[in-house]
């Protein structure tokens, strides 16, 4: 008989359910294996299954127990050097976004700029933790208002380092010919939110007709110059959301078709003026899916530039291959403030851009040093408790856990601790949603979410890609 590695479950629908083991394996089946499993009364059909399928072994030491200890391994990963930093050059803004959660200064305003020591600072900081690679995402604030500051950092790393890469998050209330100068080098990549059609981005973002107009001129000039360079984060706000269609005609009629969809998030200041965003799960959810369905219509026939939701395909890759963990609010161990960090207008280092809004708001300072002293390996130390979801006792009963994650930040930010029960948390339920949506599309017989199943993948033909036990 063959020896079962532990299994977890859950209800996908009322007749079927998914298994999965640690290693993040799974397979789809019935009550009825439940309960001949629950009974240790597996059939011949059921261990052969079960082998056949890596998820059990013959005996210590055979392949399907190496097999499942290399994938169970190939889902964690050591802490590693600092090689994605984000840099907020100032705090100053020209706009004045309803969903901003970092509380922008006046764009006259004095001491929200980094000054020429922590300039140097910065400088010296990365060049003792950055070893070989480096990407570097500038954010504000509006990090245009400096372009002198980012200049000087992109020629740092570009002499200091084998490679740089670096995103500019901006509002592109202002492309001037320094700016254009700056996104023509082909390592230089741009990040702006674009919330919908231009009634929709002027409610939420430019509030008058000219500076939406001046947005969207400004949008359509940069996408000519630089190409799939320039990306497009929509921010939505639950209680004015659009139609799917209208809303991806947007991004179309731009030649944009891989999408993040986000609600505003219940973070920093944003919740002042947008409060329902704590607890507005079954409205997103519903147009989420919609949204989804909507794309998935559309890559009828496409066959390269098709329609996506990046954080989906995300998701569909962290189920299906292990080691696919660059995302860094889907990982675990997620080693909060090694290989991602930020540090901001005044030099300080924060973990993550989440950490920083919770110390602007005055909720907790979760800063792990600053670019003067160095890091506060102590204050760095205590942030890793909750972040390997394994030792949570909700999450290891899970049959996702391999394939997700943990964010004690938002936990804290939401809740005010980090030990709220799982299901609890906006985190748990955002990602409950999504990898059961997950799964149906992958246990879909469908040919049309097959087919762009496939592309989102990059496989070369539709396969079904769910493993069936009866």
């Known amino acids: 008989m063959s020896s079962v590695f532990p299994l977890r479950f859950r209800r996908l629908s009322e007749s079927s359910l998914v298994f999965a083991n640690e290693a993040g394996q799974f397979f789809k089946s019935n009550d009825r294996f439940?309960?001949?499993?629950?009974?240790?009364?597996?059939?011949?059909?059921?261990?052969?299954?079960?082998?056949?399928?890596a998820m059990a072994s013959r005996r210590a030491g055979d392949i399907n127990e190496m097999?499942?200890?290399?994938?169970?391994?190939?889902?964690?990963?050591?802490?590693?050097?600092?090689?994605?930093?984000?840099?907020?050059?100032?705090?100053?803004?020209?706009?004045?976004?309803?969903?901003?959660?970092?509380?922008?200064?006046?764009?006259?305003?004095?001491?929200?700029?980094?000054?020429?020591?922590?300039?140097?600072?910065?400088?010296?900081?990365?060049?003792?933790?950055?070893s070989k690679r480096i990407q570097v995402e500038f954010q504000g604030g509006e990090p245009t208002l400096r372009l002198d500051l980012m200049s000087q950092i992109?020629?740092?790393?570009?002499?200091?380092?084998?490679?740089?890469?670096?995103?500019?998050?901006t509002n592109l209330s202002v492309v001037n010919e320094a700016f254009v100068d700056i996104i023509s080098a082909e390592d230089v990549f741009v990040s702006s939110s674009?919330?919908?059609?231009?009634?929709?981005?002027?409610?939420?973002?430019?509030?008058?007709?000219?500076?939406?107009?001046?947005?969207?001129?400004?949008?359509?000039?940069?996408?000519?110059l630089i190409g799939d360079r320039l990306s497009a984060l929509p921010t939505l706000d639950s209680?004015?959301?659009?139609?799917?269609?209208?809303?991806?005609?947007?991004?179309d009629h731009y030649n944009m078709r891989s999408v993040f969809l986000r609600p505003v998030v219940y973070h920093g200041f944003a919740r002042k003026r947008h409060p329902t965003s704590k607890d507005h799960q079954s409205v997103w959810q519903k147009f989420y899916e919609a949204c989804i369905y909507e794309m998935i219509a559309r890559n009828i026939g496409e066959t390269s530039d098709f329609y996506e939701e990046y954080y989906l395909t995300l998701i569909l890759k962290r189920l299906l291959r292990p080691g696919e963990d660059n995302h860094i609010d889907l990982r675990s161990p997620n080693w909060l403030?090694?290989?991602?960090?930020?540090?901001?207008?005044?030099?300080r280092i924060y973990p993550s851009d989440e950490a920083r809004m919770m110390a602007r708001t005055g909720q907790v300072d979760l800063s792990i040093g600053d670019v003067f002293a160095g890091l506060d390996e102590e204050k760095r130390g205590a942030l890793q408790g909750r972040a390997f979801n394994a030792l949570d006792p909700w999450c290891s009963q899970c049959p996702y856990?391999?394939?997700?994650?943990?964010?004690?930040?938002?936990?804290?930010?939401?809740?005010?601790?980090?030990?709220?029960?799982?299901?609890?948390?906006?985190?748990?339920?955002?990602?409950?949603?999504?990898?059961?949506?997950?799964?149906?599309?992958?246990?879909?017989?469908?040919?049309?979410?097959?087919?762009?199943?496939?592309?989102?993948?990059?496989?070369?033909?539709?396969?079904?890609?769910?493993?069936?036990?009866?």
């Open 34 to 53: 439940l309960e001949r499993l629950d009974n240790e009364k597996l059939t011949k059909s059921d261990q052969e299954f079960l082998f056949d399928h």
């Open 401 to 470: 856990q391999a394939a997700c994650g943990s964010d004690p930040i938002d936990d804290l930010a939401r809740h005010g601790r980090a030990d709220v029960p799982k299901p609890a948390t906006a985190y748990c339920q955002k990602h409950l949603h999504i990898f059961d949506f997950a799964m149906k599309l992958i246990y879909s017989e469908d040919k049309k979410n097959q087919h762009s199943l496939a592309l989102w993948l990059g496989l070369p033909s539709p396969i079904f890609l769910g493993d069936v036990l009866q």
């Open 67 to 130: 097999s499942y200890l290399h994938r169970l391994a190939s889902r964690l990963r050591p802490p590693t050097d600092l090689s994605y930093v984000i840099l907020v050059p100032t705090l100053r803004c020209d706009l004045a976004c309803s969903y901003c959660q970092v509380s922008r200064a006046a764009i006259n305003a004095k001491g929200f700029d980094w000054s020429d020591e922590t300039l140097l600072n910065v400088k010296s900081y990365l060049s003792k933790s950055v």
């Open 239 to 251: 209680k004015n959301l659009p139609a799917p269609s209208d809303f991806l005609d947007t991004f």
């Open 154 to 169: 992109m020629d740092f790393c570009r002499e200091h380092f084998e490679e740089s890469r670096f995103i500019i998050c």
């Open 194 to 224: 674009l919330d919908g059609s231009p009634d929709l981005h002027r409610k939420q973002r430019t509030n008058t007709k000219s500076q939406t107009d001046e947005f969207f001129k400004n949008f359509s000039r940069v996408g000519e």
């Open 337 to 347: 403030g090694y290989d991602h960090q930020l540090i901001d207008y005044d030099g």
